[in-house]
């Protein structure tokens, strides 16, 4: 027979450990944007993609907005794509000339793609308020990102090598 | 000529001693759960898991405050010190968290749970639930072998909570790391299905293995005094040993080459 004691004790047991796995749940692990929901993609092509891996984040300005989903080699061209997932409350956001560039946190640190938004021409802007070509399909004269669409302007990430090159090359003019 | 028949000998012994573990665990898993068996369950997570609890925090505590006075000295060199938070949580979250503690329940746990049954084998005790027509198994060896596995990964989530929790009393609190980049890098690099899950499964799996060795060397122990403690140690050993080893290929899968 067990005692009530013995049943309060194993009842504080049980709720200890339901007490730390809420700690390491919420307080430890993750709690990133993942849980945001919604996303649109979008593509990108680059020279070389550096360390970037899936599941790295694209951050504007340092905010995070997105994360990479995707890396592949164009089948024609064999050139490195990216497919990112940017949160859909950035949707018409970023201007068609927004660029994308690999950059590394801190000296050592993980790579991630920091967008830099760019600018509208005055005339779009017209174009968005009378026309209206941001509210229906498609949204090709769309002056902003919108999903499915390729950035063009990428700079891509800083080989260690080809600086080192660039920098005895640059010695050996002098 | 002695040495390949005793070679040959214990190879068969060993085998034979693998296939009557599997048997008596068969036995005491197959019990159709009824609210008697329940009742014991929770009485032996009282025994088993309860009372582990004070050597698990208070040992939870001490490896994460060392471990975060350790991670402290070597990382200030690099101007990183904000990186304590993940540095203590990914080690006791991943690997201390659950080997630790699976050795210390093997020492603590195991090792009562082994003299028990095999006092109780030795003073015949099984025999006569056998005669009263109540499988031992099901009314001595299952209740604990579940209260095992499931106490296990709770003292192991424990552990690591607790050493994080010490990690953070030593780095923010004495060691003056900032609390803010303490939790916040620590919560960009856990992640709740690589880190904090492959911890769990790891302590399942310890728990498993630990109970079921202690149980079935107390039941097929030498019914002597010298036959318990026999038992009793070579519990502790072989336990440890499993641990240590299966960390190694659990991690290899989890961790490794992918």
Redesign the interface.
């Known amino acids: ?2 005692s009530k004691r ?2 309060i ?2 009842g ?3 709720a ?2 339901i ?3 809420l ?3 919420l ?6 944007m993942s849980g945001g929901g919604e996303t649109y993609k979008l593509n990108a092509r680059f020279d070389n993609i550096g360390g970037l891996k899936p599941r790295s984040s694209v951050k504007v300005g340092g905010v995070v907005v997105g994360r990479v989903s995707r890396i592949y080699l164009d089948e024609q061209d064999l050139i490195p794509m990216v497919e990112l997932e940017i949160s859909s409350e950035y949707l018409l956001t970023f201007p068609d000339t927004s660029g994308l560039s690999i950059l590394t946190s801190g000296l050592l640190g993980e790579q991630f793609i920091g967008l830099q938004p760019g600018f509208i021409f005055p005339e779009d802007i017209v174009m968005i308020e009378e026309d209206k070509v941001c509210e229906t399909a498609p949204y090709t004269d769309c002056p902003y990102l919108t999903a499915g669409e390729e950035v063009f302007d990428t700079k891509s990430a800083l080989v260690l090598e080809d600086l080192i090159g660039q920098f005895l090359f640059s010695q050996g003019d002098e | 000529m002695k040495f390949l028949q005793n070679l040959g000998k214990s190879t068969l012994e060993t085998i034979s001693s693998v296939g009557a573990s599997s048997i008596m665990l068969y036995g005491a898993l197959f019990a159709l759960p009824t609210w008697k068996n329940v009742r014991l369950t929770i009485a032996q997570m009282h025994v088993v898991g309860v009372q582990s609890l004070l050597i698990i925090m208070v040992s939870g505590l001490f490896i994460g405050m060392v471990m975060a006075l350790q991670g402290y000295t070597i990382l200030v060199n690099y101007g990183a010190e904000g990186s304590l938070g993940p540095m203590v949580s990914l080690s006791l979250l991943r690997e201390l968290g659950p080997v630790v503690t699976a050795l210390l329940f093997a020492g603590r746990a195991g090792s009562a749970l082994t003299a028990e049954i095999g006092l109780m084998k030795a003073t015949e005790q099984l025999s006569s639930l056998e005669m009263m027509a109540v499988d031992p198994l099901r009314r001595v060896v299952s209740p604990r072998f579940w209260a095992g596995v499931i106490s296990m990964p709770m003292l192991a989530l424990i552990f690591s909570a607790t050493g994080i929790l010490g990690g953070h009393v030593v780095g923010v609190d004495w060691l003056g790391v900032d609390a803010g980049s303490y939790w916040s890098i620590m919560q960009a690099t856990v992640e709740w299905d690589k880190d904090v899950v492959n911890g769990i499964i790891k302590s399942i799996v310890f728990g498993l293995v630990v109970v079921w060795i202690a149980l079935y060397k107390g039941y097929s122990c030498i019914p002597t005094s010298e036959g318990i403690s026999k038992a009793t140690t070579e519990t502790v050993v072989f336990s440890s040993l499993a641990i240590l080893g299966l960390d190694f290929i659990l991690t290899a899968l989890m961790f490794g080459i992918s």
């Open positions: 027979m067990i013995t049943e004790w194993v504080l047991f049980v200890l450990t007490a730390a796995t700690l390491l749940a307080r430890v692990a993750n709690q990133g």
